[in-house]
């Protein structure tokens, strides 16, 4: 067991996980104590302990458990859809597209793994679903034609935004998961941009020059209704009872693409379950 690999993959995804255990120094040094004291095979339960005192806490509404579980499955599901296109023979055109997928594939390889490592500390993580990425037949062109795949990863990715926000009232009473949960919303934001950004480029599937790296309005830039499910409200220009479009003239447009309207559990499950098959 590489323990110091699993403590730098942690900091990468939550960076504040130490101020919880001391410092990463202190916290290593107390890991180190501990292990030259324990048989190896203990190893891993006493690693589970340090975790278990970082992130067990619950807050009001889901536990911090559950909304762990909630994100694996969202983090599963991306995950399986990046390492399958990346294996589907002829399907991403260029070596900068591959390059831009790998990347964020392995980003959600990390936060699984992290999600894992967490979740295993407090009683263990559900197995990875078996997905559909054809959503029944919805799309059954998303692993033969690179514009339906970007469209379904730009769906993804999106999706992830707001259901991360929406469960931030869920993890406020713990700063430590909160933060970490925060630092994965903010990489499948720079996704959604990246991919975005790939989309308008090749300008297929109706993703015009107008197409911004940002949700507009609940307009997905994608030629299908079928996605509506996961722009929907995202029209909102009203913030903390203030109408921002009419401040200074500023805009329904620019307005509701200052803010990333958050997804509950309830509005993304069944959006999730439209590609899973068990």
Known sequence: MDV???FQEIEKVDPEVYQRLDSRRDAMKEFTRISGKIALA???FALGGMFKKAYSQ??????VADVLKYAL??????????????????L??????????STIRDHEKAHVAFLQTVLGS???YPASPTFDFTAGGTFPAVFTDYNYFLAVAQTFEDTGVRAYKGQAPNLSGNATVLTAALSIHSVEARHAAHIRSMRRAIGQLGATSALKPWITLNQSGIATSAVDASYAGEQLTIQANIDIAA???????SASEAFDEPLSMAEVLPIAKLFIKA
């Open 4 to 6: 110091k690999n699993i």
């Open 42 to 44: 203990a190893i891993p």
């Open 58 to 63: 619950t807050s009001a509404g889901a536990s």
């Open 73 to 90: 499955t969202l983090e599963y599901l991306e995950a399986a859809f990046y390492i399958k296109g990346l294996e589907t023979s002829g």
């Open 92 to 101: 991403i055109p260029t070596a900068a597209a591959v390059a831009a997928i």
């Open 122 to 124: 407090l009683g263990g």
């Open 247 to 253: 401040l200074n003239n500023i805009g329904n447009n």
